[in-house]
């Protein structure tokens, strides 16, 4: 049964090894007991970042402990990109600036090329090519921040290094690996300190507040967030640093809306789309992507965050041109899963948010397979189906997800 893997069967076990009863968590948690017990029976998806966190809160125990952490399936899509996480924990941990793990490296303009080329693969969300190749440029970028050719070619091999870092966060961010994720985040921080560029330090900053533990942090990530967009705004006077500090505001007004400061998120949300009218609209060519399209995608991101669901996640969605999307693979399946998410919250519209989710899977599968809001979504739509046809579909959906179908 799925009942065996859902948030709320963990849920369950943590809050009677707790020794709480369902009002005394409600109560802790400011959530409602009813809402509470349809999430430990899978009938309700626990997937808000503030709710995950306000339940993680009251139980005192980490959002891994609640959520699971990394999870592995039977599906090779699925299970892949798992495989390349110890040698890239390896390099992680293993170098310091000015202490690298090897004795040798390939010239610095080959790195470059390749970082570049990694990209493109970091783009298309292809976690198992990424992976294969990360390790070793992150080994030879640190020789050559350890052994460097002159001045200039340090700070290249630090500024490099940051975007290197950029692409280990988030992709073990997305499998489920929180603490190496953080350990890449305070790595890139290092370098950018280092080598004293204020949007460098920006971009670092971005990753340290995308990392930030979440239970009982969020007002720390705005904080994080707010101080950073600070310190970068007089140095961004051209279009990387405005799409840096564009950014930050984007992480200011999500971390606002966890916290339901609804006015600080709609502030942030317009500040992001003033800063997003000074650069072209070019998801694919701007740093992580920031754009008026994606200021578009985290608009319908903060609206599931803040309860939307049904027609209003439609009409937040109608705002984004997906043309411009559809070459950045990651962007394109995180807002098409979070339309699917959206709208399964409305019991007429679970088939239609089951075609978001597929097509979600169909842009982005190692991505999307991996996904635990997404896994949970699925999990109790699977529960909840009625027609034979949604069923089989969402069994689909599932057994290419590991949940028991």
């Not at 409602?32 to 999430?39: C, E, M, T």
């Not at 350990?183 to 004293?196: E, P, V």
């Not at 950073?228 to 640093?241: F, I, Q, S, V, Y």
């Not at 950014?247 to 609804?262: E, G, I, N, P, Y």
Request: charged share 25%; aromatic share 4%.
């Amino acid at each position: 049964m799925y009942d065996e893997v859902t948030i709320g069967a963990r849920l369950r076990a943590l809050r009677r090894w707790r020794g709480m009863s369902l009002r005394t968590l409600a109560d802790l948690a400011d959530l409602s007991q009813g809402f509470l017990s349809k999430v430990e029976n899978g009938k309700q998806p626990l997937d808000r970042r503030s709710h995950i966190a306000a339940v993680a809160q009251a139980l005192q125990v980490s959002e891994t402990d609640l959520m699971g952490g990394p999870h592995l399936s039977t599906d090779p899509t699925q299970a892949g990109p798992h495989s390349v996480v110890p040698a890239l924990r390896a390099a992680i941990q293993t170098n310091r600036l000015g202490d690298a793990a090897v004795d040798r490296a390939r010239p610095l303009p080959d790195l470059l090329a390749e970082t570049r080329e990694l990209e493109e693969v970091f783009i298309c969300c292809d976690y198992l090519a990424l992976g294969r190749r990360l390790p070793s440029v992150i080994d030879e970028l640190h020789f050559h921040i350890a052994e460097p050719a002159g001045e200039p070619a340090l700070l290249t091999a630090l500024t490099v290094l940051v975007e290197v870092y950029m692409f280990a966060t988030f992709r073990t961010k997305d499998l489920g690996y929180s603490d190496l994720a953080h350990l890449a985040a305070s790595r890139a921080m290092d370098a950018a300190k280092l080598s004293g560029d204020p949007v460098a330090a920006g971009k670092a900053d971005y990753l340290r507040v995308q990392t930030m533990p979440r239970e009982n942090s969020w007002d720390r990530a705005q904080i994080a967030a707010e101080q950073a967009a600070k310190m970068l705004e007089p140095h961004a006077t051209d279009p990387l640093g405005i799409q840096v500090l564009g950014m930050l505001t984007l992480s200011a007004a999500m971390a606002a809306a966890v916290q339901h400061k609804t006015a600080a998120a709609g502030a942030w949300l317009d500040e992001a789309r003033a800063l997003a009218a000074r650069v072209p609209d070019e998801p694919l060519v701007n740093w992580s992507s920031f754009s008026t399209t994606n200021v578009g995608v985290w608009g319908v991101a903060v609206g599931v965050e803040s309860g939307e669901g049904g027609a209003a996640v439609l009409e937040l969605a109608d705002a984004v041109d997906e043309a411009k999307l559809s070459a950045r693979r990651s962007r394109h399946a995180t807002f098409l899963a979070d339309v699917g998410r959206g709208l399964a919250r409305d019991r007429n519209r679970r088939g239609e948010a089951l075609r978001w989710l597929r097509r979600a899977e169909a842009v982005a599968p190692q991505r999307i397979r991996n996904n635990a809001a997404v896994r949970e979504t699925v999990g109790v739509m699977l529960q909840q189906a009625r027609e034979a046809a949604v069923g089989r579909e969402l069994r689909g959906m599932a057994a290419r997800m590991g949940v028991p179908h």
